[in-house]
C-alpha cells in the first residue's frame, strides 16, 4: 500500500525558504502515470494546489505561486521536496503531499495524501 | 482559472438523513471533478473521481453526479463517520482548484 509521509522544519522565519520533502514507501516515484503534488491548507480554511512533478522533472506549478516555489524529485530516495523562499505569515499551513493520479479522459485526482505537516512562518 | 463554489458551506443534518452538496465551476469542466472527505486532523480522502465513479474500497452510501457546471454529492444515509468537511475539486486545466467546502455537523 503506497504510503507518503511528509518531512521537514515546523517553524520557518519570515523571508526566509520553506523547505519540506515527501517520501514515498509501498511503491516507486517513478511509476509512469503518476505526478507528484503539493497542496497546503492554512488552518481553518480551504486547500490549495501548490504543484506537481513527474518522476522525470516536468514541473507544474500554481501561477499565484510560480515565482517563489521550486518543486524536486530523487528518484534514487523515492522522495520529492517542496521549497517556497520569500515567505511570509500567509504561508502558514499544513502541506500535504500526494499522489497525482493521471489515467485518461477526466481520470485525473490526487490519492492517496500523507499526513500532513504544519509549517509556521513565524519570527 | 477555474472557480469552484460549493454550496452550502455548512449543514446541520441526523444519522439516516439523505444530504447533498452541490458544487459549481466557473465554467464548464466537462466531467473532471472529484470529492474528498476530510475529518478533523486529517488528509483528505478521495471518494468520487471523474463526477461519479466510486474510488474503490469507499461505501455505496456516496454517489456523485453532473457535468459541466453543476455537479452533486449526495450521502444516501447518513452514518456518524460520515460527518466531515467535503471537498470537490476540479482537473480540468491548472491550477486545479478547490471548493471552499462544505462541513457537514451532526443536529
Known amino acids: 500500500q503506497l504510503q507518503l509521509q511528509e518531512s521537514g522544519p515546523g517553524l520557518v522565519k519570515p523571508s526566509e525558504t520553506l523547505s519540506l520533502t515527501c517520501t514515498v514507501s509501498?511503491?516507486?516515484?517513478?511509476?509512469?502515470?503518476?505526478?507528484w503534488g503539493w497542496i497546503r491548507q492554512p488552518p481553518g480554511k480551504g486547500l490549495e494546489y501548490i504543484g506537481s512533478i513527474y518522476y522525470s522533472g516536468d514541473t507544474y506549478y500554481n501561477p499565484s505561486l510560480k515565482s517563489r516555489v521550486t518543486i524536486s524529485v530523487d528518484t534514487s530516495k523515492n522522495q520529492f521536496s517542496l521549497k517556497l523562499n520569500s515567505v511570509t505569515a500567509a504561508d502558514t499551513a499544513v502541506y500535504y503531499c500526494?499522489?497525482?493520479?493521471?489515467?485518461?479522459?477526466?481520470?485525473?485526482?490526487?490519492?492517496?495524501w500523507g499526513q500532513g505537516t504544519l509549517v509556521t512562518v513565524s519570527s | 482559472d477555474i472557480q469552484m463554489t460549493q454550496s452550502p458551506s455548512s449543514l446541520s443534518a441526523s444519522v439516516g438523513d439523505r444530504v447533498t452538496i452541490t458544487c459549481r465551476a466557473s465554467?464548464?469542466?466537462?466531467?473532471?471533478l472529484n470529492w474528498y472527505q476530510q475529518k478533523l486532523g486529517k488528509a483528505p480522502k478521495l471518494l468520487i473521481y471523474?463526477?461519479?465513479s466510486l474510488q474503490t474500497g469507499v461505501t455505496s452510501r456516496f454517489s456523485g453526479s453532473g457535468s459541466g457546471t453543476d455537479f452533486t454529492l449526495t450521502i444516501s444515509s447518513l452514518q456518524p463517520e460520515d460527518f466531515a468537511t467535503y471537498y470537490c475539486?476540479?482537473?480540468?486545466?491548472?491550477?486545479?482548484?478547490f471548493g471552499q467546502g462544505t462541513r457537514l455537523e451532526i443536529k
Open positions: 500526494a499522489r497525482r493520479i493521471l489515467l485518461g479522459f477526466a481520470q485525473d485526482w490526487f490519492d492517496p
Open positions: 475539486q476540479q482537473s480540468y486545466s491548472s491550477p486545479y482548484s
Open positions: 509501498g511503491g516507486s516515484i517513478s511509476s509512469g502515470s503518476y505526478f
Open positions: 465554467q464548464s469542466i466537462s466531467i473532471y
Open positions: 471523474a463526477a461519479s
